[in-house]
Each structure stands twice: as structure tokens, then as C-alpha cells.
């Protein structure tokens, strides 16, 4: 598969497996409720959270696993990453087992952890001990995810993972109409997502990515990987820090904390989208920018950043731009007229999510040369500073302090990018990978000027319920800015039909 095919199908098989996703857990909240109440939703919420925040264990394996499974390949080095790969389910064998015991500890002493009666509680217990069983399968199916990731095989994992959406879509509708106790439904829905490590385990068996399935004890070539891994745990650590923390500061420092988080709840919903599938192409592109760091052609690093730089602008603009000239549309059909005046803050936090997109193939090379000490600095004093911000801010400005934290927090990574990783690390031009970001984001700009000054006053009312005419209106403005942004972009000859048929990077002259 050559370079661009294997962006454009793992792009699309991400995006896919993600909208699918989205879909699915936005019909089963309701769909839930209905079936099993407040109550025992709460439970499944409880059992969810207290089994999600364990993901932590990883300590940054998913990341550096990846870097050096795809360097091992590069180089044909497969004794090493036969040797690696094994040690790697014994980690995460090891991992479970702590999990494991976690689950355990909270199942047996946790009722006077959470706000719920006895009954509810035995409910939960029931919950944990399912956790619990599959616990080694969710993790170990994490060990042979990343050797299809390093190997190229994304698409797979994305359409082995969608398979499992749709198989707890088809648990949704049996629920519904044939309802069963919440630790049935829960079994069952862990069970599905357990089972990824069937196929994954087969598939890298049978491509020999891994030689046999047993866990081994090779620590001595598993410690670079390890240590590796463990700068970038720190660097997501204060990354999730800085991004979570934001609801608990308000709640704590706010006038109105209950309200505040409100706000706060409402407009992170499209952000969040944005970013859970920006976040996909680091994980596309690591697996190929460790080949070429393996291979050292610095040219080719190069013409990859400038070239992906752009591409992905363009893509990070499709996803944001939407939102920012149908800000108020958007949340009008979401939760109403009412929260129309949380429209700048949207705004503003969609802005900073679009610089932070932009930077993922140079922050890509940049793991892949293992140049992460700055990296972890710097987000670090970020997080401080963006948090004490929120903190001082919150009294007065309520939920903009979150917003106004967070767009220091990406200023700060932003100028540190373009003062000193691109230029000092990648040995980059600062000027190039700028326009790389400005020119397609330009064109975005003049394209929402002109949508906003002819149709921005533009609204639908042709339906007897006001927020399904929010969302016509919502769609009909996103879907003329999207045509006319990439009508515009091929006029400014930003993208250009070789684009699309060029074999490799290296092809691709600026």
C-alpha cells in the first residue's frame, strides 16, 4: 500500500469507527434510561468510570510500544521485536493483575465510597467482579492493537473495533425489546469489547508481527521501551491534567460552581468530538514517522512535515470552522436558546483546538526522534499556569476562566513549537511549516467572511419544533462553508489533484 493510500484509508476507517461511536453512545444514554432508570444507569456509569480512570496503568506503553515495534520492523530487526512484543503481554499481564486487584478492593470496601444504597451498591459489586474477569483480556488485546498500529494495520484494528459498535448497537435494540437485569446487559457489553483480543491476537499471528502468543521476560531489551514510555505517561498526565481539572477548579472557585460546570458540560461536547479524532493522527502517523527516522533522510522528514502540515489544517479546519460560523445554531438544537451566550466561549475553545490539531506531524516526529524531555517541561508549566489562571478567574469571569486557561495552555506549546522544537529539534523551517498552518487557514477565514456576511443571519423555520430548525440551519451553513472552503482551496491552488496520486512523500515537491 503506498503512502497516501495508507493515510487516506486508515483516515477514513478512524473517522468511521469514532462517528460510529459517537452515534451509539448518544442513543444509549436515553435508551438506557428508559429501560433501567436513573438508578441503575448511574451504576453502569459508576462501574464504567471506576474501571476508565485504571486506564492510567498504561504509564504511556500505547505511545512508545508503537515508536518501537515500528523502528523493530523498519529495520527488519524481527528477534527484537519477537522478544519485545512477548515481554509486552507479560507488562500488561502484570498491569491487569493490578487492575484486577483494584476492582477487587473497591468491590469489597467501596460502598462507602459512592452516594448509593446497599442494594445499589451489591448492584455495583456485581458490576466490578465483571470488570474484573475480563480485566487480562482488555489488557493484553492492548499488546497486539500496537503491533498492527506499528505494523500499518490501523484500518484493521478500526474495522474489527466498528464490528464491536455494531455488535452493542444490536445489544441496545435486544434490550429494548427483550429487557434483562443491568448486570446481563453489562456483562454482555463488556464481553463484546473483551473479544477484540481474538481477532487481533489471530491476525498478528498469522502476518507474523509476533511469533508465538505466550508472555516472555526479555526485560533487558523491554526497559528502553518502558523508560521511553514513562516520559510520555508524564507528558499525558499533565496533558489530562490540564484538560480535567477544568470543571473541579470551576466548581471549587466559580460563584456559581453547579452552574458554571453546566456551561462548562455543554460546550466541551463539540471540542471534545473534534479532538478525540484529531488525537487519531498521531496514532496514523507515529507508525511511519519512525520509519523515517530509522532511515535518517532528513528531506524526507521535511516534505512529510510541510506536506501534512497542510493536509492536516485542512482537515482540522473541515472540523472546525462548522462550529465556529454555526456556533449558535449548534447550540440552540443541542440544549436550547437559552445557552446561546456561551457562543464566544465556544468559539474561542474551537479556535484553540484548531492550533493545537495543526502541530500533530511535527509533534509526531518529534516521538519519533524520542526528543521528549522539553516536551514534558514545558507542558508541565503550562498545566501550572493555565490552572492558576482558571483558579484566579473563576470568581468573575465563570466558565470563560476554563477557556482562557486552557488558550494560554496551547499558546504556550504553540510558540514553543515554533521557537524551538521545529527549529532546533526537527531542524525545520519555521517560516514553511507556518504557511503550511496559515495559508489553508487563511482560506478558511475568508471563507467563513463570506458565509457570515451573506447568510449569517440566515435560519430556518420551517419545522413546528425550534431545534430541528437550529440544526437545518446548522448543517445548511457547515455544508456551504465545507463546499466553499474546498472550492477555494483548489482555486488558491493550495490542494492540488497530484495530491491525491503521489506514491510517496519524497515525490511531493512544495
Known amino acids: 500500500m503506498t503512502s497516501e493510500r495508507y493515510y487516506i484509508n486508515t483516515l477514513f476507517w478512524s473517522i468511521l469507527q469514532k462517528a460510529l461511536t459517537a452515534v451509539v453512545g448518544l442513543i444509549s444514554t436515553p435508551l438506557l434510561l428508559g429501560v433501567y432508570g436513573q438508578a441503575d444507569f448511574g451504576i453502569l456509569s459508576i462501574a464504567t468510570a471506576c474501571n476508565g480512570y485504571m486506564h492510567l496503568l498504561d504509564l504511556g506503553m500505547n505511545t512508545g510500544a508503537v515508536r518501537y515495534f515500528s523502528m523493530y520492523l523498519a529495520k527488519g530487526d524481527t528477534t527484537r521485536l519477537y522478544d519485545v512484543a512477548r515481554t509486552n503481554i507479560t507488562f500488561y499481564t502484570v498491569i491487569s493483575v493490578l487492575n484486577i486487584l483494584c476492582l477487587l478492593f473497591i468491590a469489597s470496601y467501596g460502598e462507602n465510597f459512592f452516594a448509593i444504597t446497599h442494594e445499589q451498591f451489591l448492584t455495583l459489586r456485581s458490576c466490578i467482579y465483571i470488570l474484573a ?61 473483551s473479544s477484540l483480543v481474538i481477532p487481533y491476537a489471530i491476525k498478528c499471528k498469522n502476518d507474523k508481527i509476533i511469533d508465538k502468543l505466550q508472555p516472555a521476560l526479555h526485560w533487558a531489551e523491554f526497559k528502553p ?47 471534545t468530538l473534534i479532538i478525540m479524532i484529531g488525537a487519531t493522527f498521531t496514532s496514523i502517523f507515529l507508525p511511519k ?80 526522534h524520542g526528543k521528549t524531555r522539553i516536551m514534558v517541561y514545558v507542558t508541565g508549566v503550562a498545566c501550572v499556569i493555565s490552572i492558576i489562571i482558571n483558579a484566579l478567574l473563576a470568581p468573575t469571569m465563570s466558565v470563560g476562566s476554563s477557556i482562557i486557561g486552557y488558550a494560554v495552555y496551547i499558546l504556550i506549546n504553540f510558540l514553543t513549537y515554533y521557537g524551538y522544537y521545529n527549529h532546533k529539534i526537527l531542524k525545520l523551517s519555521n517560516h514553511r511549516i507556518f504557511s503550511s498552518f496559515a495559508k489553508p487557514t487563511i482560506v478558511g477565514a475568508i471563507t467563513y467572511a463570506i458565509i457570515f456576511f451573506t447568510a449569517g443571519e440566515f435560519k430556518i423555520q420551517i419545522f413546528s419544533h425550534e431545534r430541528a430548525d437550529s440544526i437545518t440551519t446548522f448543517i445548511i451553513k457547515a455544508t456551504a462553508w465545507i463546499s466553499l472552503y474546498v472550492i477555494l482551496l483548489f482555486a488558491f491552488k493550495i490542494i492540488k489533484p497530484v495530491h491525491f496520486r503521489v506514491k510517496e512523500f519524497q515525490n511531493i515537491k512544495s
Request: contains cysteine; aromatic residues 14%.
Open 225 to 271: 521501551v518502558l523508560f521511553f514510555s514513562l516520559s510520555i505517561f508524564a507528558l499525558s498526565l499533565f496533558q489530562m491534567t490540564a484538560t480535567q481539572t477544568r470543571p473541579l477548579i470551576l466548581g471549587i472557585c466559580a460563584s456559581d460552581g453547579a452552574l458554571s460546570v453546566t456551561e462548562f458540560t455543554i460546550i466541551s461536547v463539540f471540542p
Open 289 to 368: 514517522t519512525s520509519e523515517m527516522v530509522i532511515r535518517g533522510n532528513l528531506s524526507e522528514q521535511h516534505e512529510f512535515a510541510y506536506h501534512w502540515t497542510t493536509l492536516t489544517t485542512i482537515l482540522a479546519n473541515i472540523l472546525c470552522f462548522p462550529f465556529i460560523i454555526g456556533a449558535d445554531d449548534i447550540l440552540a438544537a443541542y440544549v436550547g436558546a437559552d445557552y446561546i451566550y456561551l457562543t464566544k466561549w465556544l468559539i474561542v475553545w474551537i479556535v484553540c483546538t484548531l492550533m493545537q490539531i495543526h502541530s500533530t506531524p511535527a509533534n509526531a516526529l518529534m516521538l519519533s
Open 133 to 193: 474477569v475480563f480485566c487480562i483480556f482488555n489488557w493484553t488485546s492492548t499488546s497486539f492493537n500496537q503491533l498492527l498500529v506499528a505494523d500499518k494495520q490501523m484500518s484493521f484494528t478500526m474495522k474489527v473495533s466498528s464490528l464491536t459498535v455494531c455488535m452493542r448497537a444490536l445489544l441496545l435494540v435486544i434490550v429494548f425489546y427483550f429487557p434483562c437485569a443491568v448486570t446481563t446487559y453489562f456483562f454482555w457489553v463488556t464481553a463484546i469489547t
